[in-house]
């Protein structure tokens, strides 16, 4: 049964950082390309950045490009979202999710092409 488990989510103030972790079980994890997406209140959920399954190779959404960095550790069976210089309009349910890809360079930013998703992890920011 695959899982993914996100965590690190909670209250900030704008200017402040929050590091979110997503740590997956139930699959051969250096096999999936991940994904972090987020859903605000009333808003359809959106891409937030995305990592290659090796490689190392990185996609981030316009309004987090320099503030947000994603990483992963294939050996930990987990990806991160470091959060830098939030912004109230950043808070969100934040949601990781994994595609299965036989591409090593594939950043997959489209959601519904992702087969597995977290429950999310909530991420207020104050003003």
Do not use: H
Request: charged share 15%; proline share 2%; hydrophobic share 35%.
């Amino acid at each position: 049964q695959v899982q993914l488990v996100e965590s690190g989510g909670g209250l900030v103030q704008a200017g402040g950082s929050l590091r979110l972790s997503c740590v997956a079980s139930g699959l051969t994890f250096s096999s999936y390309a991940m994904g972090w997406f987020r859903q605000a209140p009333g808003k359809e959920r959106e891409f937030v950045a995305a990592i290659s399954r090796s490689r190392g190779l990185t996609g981030y959404a316009d309004s987090v490009k320099g503030r947000f960095s994603i990483s992963r550790d294939n050996a930990k069976n987990a990806v991160y979202l470091q959060m830098n210089s939030l912004k109230p309009e950043d808070t969100a349910v934040y949601y990781c999710a994994a595609r299965i890809t036989a591409n090593s360079f594939a950043v997959v930013t489209t959601s519904s092409l992702y087969d597995y998703w977290g429950q999310g992890t909530q991420v207020t920011v104050s003003s």
